[in-house]
Antibody
Framework: EVQLVESGGGLVQPGGSLRLSCAAS????????MSWVRQAPGKGLEWVAN????????YYVDSVKGRFTISRDNAKNSLYLQMNSLRAEDTAVYYC???????WGQGTLVTVSS | QSVLTQPPSASGTPGQRVTISCSGS????????VNWYQQLPGTAPKFLIY???QRPSGVPDRFSGSKSGTSASLAISGLQSEDEADYYC???????????FGGGTKLTVL
């Protein structure tokens, strides 16, 4: 069974940093593109970034370029999102997702507030 | 303002057929396949339709998708109360080099 479990969310002040992690199991992690998708409270889905199987290709939505960094460790079956210079508008549930995306984690809430 | 355009709401009575539209452009729907997602309140999105009209295993055949040009549609037949949810379309955008979503359609079963 495919499982994606996010962690690392929480309350952070504007300008602060946070690192999200996603532990993957139930499939061969190194064979798939992986993504982060977020959803602000009461709003729709917004794709944030994705990364190729070997990390050689990475794409970001314009609003996070230069502030967020997606990475992966295939040996640990893990996906990461380093978030710096956080803003109030980054407040959202962040989902780890596989490929299309087809499978999604349950999400971790990031709240940026003073 | 989402890159893909969906109606904010849709409704129907049990047993009815409803359709949800998703409009894009040549850089997204016009040149890439469309996926659809169902999101029940308080839960993660669920993969509903992929490659325009394919259903993952476990998705009832009441759900169907189609695509024509730069638009796509999701149809739900035999509407049931448990279909009440938010529905999102998505496609890769070659100009933006990113995945784009529709703004979502809230389906109400009357």
């Amino acid at each position: 069974e495919v499982q994606l479990v996010e962690s690392g969310g929480g309350l952070v002040q504007p300008g602060g940093s946070l690192r999200l992690s996603c532990a993957a199991s139930g499939f061969t992690f190194s064979n798939y593109w992986m993504s982060w998708v977020r959803q602000a409270p009461g709003k729709g889905l917004e794709w944030v970034a994705n990364i190729k199987q070997d990390g050689s290709e990475i794409y970001y939505v314009d609003s996070v370029k230069g502030r967020f960094t997606i990475s992966r460790d295939n040996a640990k079956n893990s996906l990461y999102l380093q978030m710096n210079s956080l803003r109030a508008e980054d407040t959202a549930v962040y989902y780890c997702a596989r490929d299309s995306p087809d499978y999604w984690g349950q999400g971790t809430l990031v709240t940026v507030s003073s | 303002q989402s890159v893909l355009t969906q109606p904010p709401s849709a409704s129907g009575t049990p047993g009815q057929r409803v359709t949800i539209s998703c409009s894009g452009s040549s850089s997204n729907i016009g040149s890439n396949t469309v996926n659809w997602y169902q999101q029940l309140p308080g839960t993660a999105p669920k993969f509903l339709i992929y490659s325009n009209d394919q259903r993952p295993s476990g998705v009832p055949d009441r759900f169907s998708g189609s695509k024509s040009g730069t638009s796509a549609s999701l149809a739900i037949s035999g509407l049931q109360s448990e279909d009440e949810a938010d529905y999102y379309c998505a496609a890769w955008d070659g100009s933006l080099n990113g995945l784009v979503f529709g703004g979502g359609t809230k389906l109400t079963v009357l």
